[in-house]
């Protein structure tokens, strides 16, 4: 099944360059290859995992009325050395694939988009690189190796269709999309979200607010071909003021699958509300950041620094060291972060004894191989389960990217 998605991809993207006389392409890879150790401090068995992830982007525009999209990503927890011919566990996900037609009208510019996978998702800065060019403005702690754009705010697989309108007198693009996925409990259901955004100079904004709702094949134990009756809330913002060469503040907020009308609606449990705030200080020799983040258990496990759903950290960083193929950045993460517990539960102060603290030290560099290729190289200490059985995790991961 997933070698039939990957030559779906593969065919698709193949068939669309013959859409144009003359199509241009363009695209990225990258990966990451690594070591993690946990060494209890009770005298238990030493384990460790050889960790790796990638992900292969491309995108054919053809001639100027079309756009042919695609991304896949695969990851392994640990690569087994022992036995190279044995199974291991390993992923492939389709993370998006989508072909836009865009038409000029007066003084804005009109995308039509059919996709499918994840497609341009609150919280990444997909939308924003996009329809405004901007540089990315994701926090440095949600660096992911299986996605080219960063992580989400909120899981929006499916498949269906997107319109946006973006201004060529105002840095604005809005829009609505319709699509069929899964929600948080793995039921299928149907949404319609609408989105606004602004890029200035100082201030970026990505706004999404939508409603959904399960599909039904039964009501009140009878079998029925479709019954509507619950509905949910979902969205995000994704907010900069300031910019790359300021300080700034970064303020991310996702809303998933909030129950306002049919059965659960009193239910929350803490996993619906996903935030990140992050303070940004940059000064002469450095720049600085301060970060608060809570995050879902799914989503925490593809990124590269964050090891936990809740957190908090600081990071120092320079990303202005001269080098020969290009600035050379050098900086350390430290974080503090929690598990077995959700938001709310910190709020309600309800299983505070489920509670395992963790501390992390990630120094990490990042080098330039040409104005197209970069290196990064990451180390990272651990104090796991810092009130019960302490243990240390020790991570050495390379990672690299390639754009084309």
């Known amino acids: 099944m997933k070698l039939n998605r990957i030559l779906f991809f593969a065919?698709?993207?193949?068939?669309?360059?013959?859409?144009?006389?003359?199509?241009?392409?363009?695209?990225?890879?990258?990966?990451?290859?690594?070591?993690?150790?946990?060494?209890?401090?009770?005298?238990?068995?030493?384990?460790?995992?050889?960790?790796?992830?990638?992900?292969?982007?491309?995108?054919?525009?053809?001639?100027?009325?079309?756009?042919?999209?695609?991304?896949?990503?695969?990851?392994?927890?640990?690569?087994?050395?022992?036995?190279?011919?044995?199974?291991?566990?390993?992923?492939?996900?389709?993370?998006?694939?989508?072909?836009?037609?865009?038409?000029?009208?007066?003084?804005?510019?009109n995308y039509f988009s059919a996709f499918v996978g994840t497609y341009e998702p609150i919280g990444s800065d997909a939308f924003l690189m996009r329809h405004f060019g901007v540089e990315p403005i994701s926090s440095r702690l949600t660096k992911s190796y299986t996605s080219l754009v960063g992580s989400p705010l909120r899981d929006s697989k499916?498949?269906?269709?997107?319109?946006?309108?973006?201004?060529?007198?105002?840095?604005?693009?809005?829009?609505?999309?319709?699509?069929?996925?899964?929600?948080?409990?793995?039921?299928?259901?149907?949404?319609?979200?609408?989105?606004?955004?602004?890029?200035?100079?100082?201030?970026?904004?990505?706004?999404?607010?939508?409603?959904?709702?399960?599909?039904?094949?039964?009501?009140?134990?009878?079998?029925?071909?479709?019954?509507?009756?619950?509905?949910?809330?979902?969205?995000?913002?994704?907010?900069?003021?300031?910019?790359?060469?300021?300080?700034?503040?970064?303020l991310q907020v996702g809303l998933e699958d909030i129950v306002v009308k049919g059965e659960g609606g009193a239910a929350f449990t803490g996993d619906e509300i996903r935030f990140l705030f992050e303070p940004r200080l940059k000064f002469k020799h450095f720049n600085f950041t301060l970060t608060a983040y809570s995050f879902s258990e799914k989503s925490v496990k593809e990124l590269a620094y964050l090891k936990d759903p809740i957190g908090a950290g600081f990071t120092f960083y320079k990303d202005n060291i001269e080098g020969k193929n290009g600035d050379i950045t050098v900086g350390i993460h430290s974080i503090f972060s929690v598990s077995g517990i959700t938001l709310n539960d910190l709020f309600q102060r309800n299983d505070l004894d489920k509670i395992v603290y963790n501390a992390y030290i990630t120094p990490y560099a990042e080098f330039p191989l040409s104005g197209t290729a970069s290196i990064e190289m990451t180390g990272r200490i651990g104090v796991l389960d810092l009130t019960g059985n302490q243990s240390l995790n020790f991570n050495l991961t390379i990672g690299a990217k390639k754009v084309f």
């Not at 009878?222 to 949910?232: S, Y």
Request: charged fraction near 15%; proline fraction near 3%; charge should be negative.
């Open 11 to 109: 065919a698709t993207l193949a068939a669309c360059s013959y859409l144009s006389a003359t199509p241009s392409f363009s695209g990225a890879i990258g990966g990451s290859a690594g070591g993690d150790l946990n060494v209890p401090l009770n005298g238990d068995k030493v384990s460790g995992t050889v960790p790796l992830a990638a992900y292969a982007a491309a995108q054919a525009n053809l001639a100027d009325w079309a756009i042919a999209r695609g991304e896949i990503a695969a990851w392994s927890s640990n690569l087994a050395f022992n036995d190279i011919f044995a199974d291991s566990d390993a992923n492939v996900r389709l993370n998006e694939l989508s072909f836009v037609l865009q038409r000029r009208a007066f003084t804005a510019t």
């Open 158 to 250: 499916g498949a269906g269709l997107s319109y946006v309108v973006n201004f060529d007198k105002a840095p604005i693009a809005t829009g609505v999309s319709f699509y069929f996925g899964k929600n948080k409990n793995d039921d299928w259901s149907i949404n319609l979200d609408a989105r606004f955004a602004l890029a200035t100079n100082l201030v970026t904004l990505d706004l999404l607010f939508g409603a959904g709702s399960p599909l039904q094949d039964t009501y009140k134990n009878k079998d029925v071909v479709l019954v509507i009756d619950t509905i949910t809330l979902h969205g995000g913002l994704n907010f900069l003021a300031g910019s790359k060469y300021t300080h700034g503040l970064l």
